[in-house]
T-cell receptor, first 116, second 116 residues
Framework: KQEVTQIPAALSVPEGENLVLNCSFTDSAIYNLQWFRQDPGKGLTSLLLIQSSQREQTSGRLNASLDKSSGRSTLYIAASQPGDSATYLCAAYPNLNSGGYQKVTFGIGTKLQVIP | DTGVSQDPRHKITKRGQNVTFRCDPISEHNRLYWYRQTLGQGPEFLTYFQNEAQLEKSRLLSDRFSAERPKGSFSTLEIQRTEQGDSAMYLC??????????????FGPGTRLTVT
C-alpha cells in the first residue's frame, strides 16, 4: 500500500526566502506525482504534475522535481510571498499496471506561512 | 471545458439527517472519483466510477454511504443518518485515459459538510 509523507508538517519563513517542501513515497512505481495548493476551507488547486518519464516541472516561481528511484519529490518556491501562505499537498498516482483504478494517495500536507 | 463542479459548496445538517451531494465532471471524462478530507489530513479515496459502473469502494465507505452515477454523467454521494464524524470536505475528481496527461485527475471545489 502506497504511503506518502510530507516533511515538515508546518513551515514559517520570512517574505523573500527561497524554500523547499519535501514529499516521500514508499512505492516508487508511481505513474504521476502532483503538487496541489489548498487554502483554508477551500478545494485543491493543481500546481504542477510530473509524469513518470519526467524529472521536473516548472511554473513561474515554482519548480517540482521527481526522483522515483529514491521515492522523493521536492517543491521549490523561489522568493516566497505572503500570498504563498497555504497548505501544500503532494499526491502519488499508482502505476498503470497496479490494477488500482488510478486512485491517488495524498500526503497530509505542509502548512506554509510566509511572514511579511 | 468548465471544469468539475460540485453542489452544494457548504452543507450544515443535524445529526441523523440525510444529505446528498452532487458532482458534475468534465464532460468527456469517463472516470469519476470521490475523496474525503478531514481536518488536518490529506484527501482519502472513497469510491471510483468508470462510466456508470462503480468499480471500487474504500472500506471508509460505510453502509450509510451510497454513490451513484446514472448514465455515466453526474454523480451523487448520499450519506444517511449523518454522524458528527462525517464532518469533512468531500471532493470529486474526474479523469480520462486520453488528453494532454492521461489519467490526470481534475478536482472540483469540494462540498464542506458540518454535522451538528
Amino acid at each position: 500500500k502506497q504511503e506518502v509523507t510530507q516533511i515538515p508538517a508546518a513551515l514559517s519563513v520570512p517574505e523573500g526566502e527561497n524554500l523547499v517542501l519535501n514529499c516521500s513515497f514508499t512505492d516508487s512505481a508511481i505513474y504521476n506525482l502532483q503538487w496541489f495548493r489548498q487554502d483554508p476551507g477551500k478545494g485543491l488547486t493543481s500546481l504542477l504534475l510530473i509524469q513518470s518519464s519526467q524529472r521536473e516541472q516548472t511554473s513561474g516561481r515554482l519548480n517540482a522535481s521527481l526522483d522515483k528511484s529514491s521515492g522523493r519529490s521536492t517543491l521549490y518556491i523561489a522568493a516566497s510571498q505572503p500570498g504563498d501562505s497555504a497548505t501544500y499537498l503532494c499526491a502519488a498516482y499508482p502505476n498503470l499496471n497496479s490494477g488500482g483504478y488510478q486512485k491517488v494517495t495524498f500526503g497530509i500536507g505542509t502548512k506554509l506561512q510566509v511572514i511579511p | 471545458d468548465t471544469g468539475v463542479s460540485q453542489d452544494p459548496r457548504h452543507k450544515i445538517t443535524k445529526r441523523g439527517q440525510n444529505v446528498t451531494f452532487r458532482c458534475d465532471p468534465i464532460s468527456e471524462h469517463n472516470r469519476l472519483y470521490w475523496y474525503r478530507q478531514t481536518l488536518g489530513q490529506g484527501p482519502e479515496f472513497l469510491t471510483y466510477f468508470q462510466n456508470e459502473a462503480q468499480l471500487e469502494k474504500s472500506r471508509l465507505l460505510s453502509d450509510r454511504f451510497s454513490a451513484e452515477r446514472p448514465k455515466g454523467s453526474f454523480s451523487t454521494l448520499e450519506i444517511q443518518r449523518t454522524e458528527q464524524g462525517d464532518s469533512a470536505m468531500y471532493l470529486c475528481a474526474s479523469s480520462s485515459a486520453s488528453g494532454r496527461v492521461p489519467y490526470e485527475q481534475y478536482f472540483g471545489p469540494g462540498t464542506r459538510l458540518t454535522v451538528t
